[in-house]
T-cell receptor, first 114, second 113 residues
């Protein structure tokens, strides 16, 4: 069984540029999560999808971040424009359902904003 | 809001020895789950062990076991017979009715020969 796939693995951009991250969850997983992990910290939830509906986006900085999950499968997280403080690892995870179901994580995208 | 605290930024253990990582949490919920995740340098978070709050029995997975003290809101991870492959960041995490994981700041575990 394939795991959660993310691309790219690394991205370096200049501030004010746009950037997008892509995630393909495990087949059959209805719930998809995007987390941001700052250096030396644990991941923090940005947004959670149940199928194609964003059910928790309270921590998503909506002025510059956007996300979509078309057809309830793949998801894209976008930042426009990027700021220096956005440098972090962006992790995608999926689970069969929400709640206590195990979340399976992808390898993450390390973003560096210069 | 729920919080998870890991007070040990770094721990070290010799190969084949036992080490315990500490975690405390704060919540007003009665129904919740606690997890320990391992994050090696590859960055991929891997679930190590899970504990349901309603279960009194401590969870065990091979060399990994937890000491869950609900009244004290404490959830420590014990790794027995440590191996070089156990070296990683370990995160304690909580999920309750909000269905989102709240992570601690992590403990970096070094395993020495």
């Amino acid at each position: 069984e394939a795991g959660v796939v993310q691309s790219p693995r690394y991205k370096i951009i200049e501030k004010k540029q746009p950037v997008a991250f892509w995630c393909n969850p495990i087949s059959g997983h209805n719930t998809l999560y995007w987390y941001r992990q700052n250096l030396g910290q644990g991941p923090e939830l940005l947004i959670r999808y149940e199928n194609e509906e964003a059910v928790d986006d309270s921590q998503l900085p909506k002025d510059r971040f956007s996300a979509e999950r078309l057809k309830g499968v793949d998801s894209t997280l976008k930042i426009q424009p990027a700021e220096l403080g956005d440098s972090a690892v962006y992790l995608c995870a999926s689970s069969y359902m929400g709640g206590a179901y195990e979340q399976y994580f992808g390898p993450g995208t390390r973003l560096t904003v210069t | 809001a729920q919080t998870v605290t890991q007070s040990q930024p770094e721990m070290s253990v010799q190969e084949a020895e036992t080490v315990t990582l500490s975690c405390t949490y704060d919540t007003s919920e009665s129904d919740y789950y606690l997890f320990w995740y391992k994050q090696p340098p590859s960055r991929q978070m891997i679930l190590v062990i899970r504990q349901e709050a309603y279960k009194q029995q401590n969870a065990t997975e091979n060399r990994f076991s937890v000491n869950f003290q609900k009244a004290a809101k404490s959830f420590s991870l014990k790794i027995s017979d440590s191996q070089l492959g156990d070296a990683a960041m370990y995160f304690c995490a909580y999920t309750g009715t909000a269905s989102k994981l709240t992570f601690g700041t992590g403990t970096r575990l070094q395993v020495t020969l």
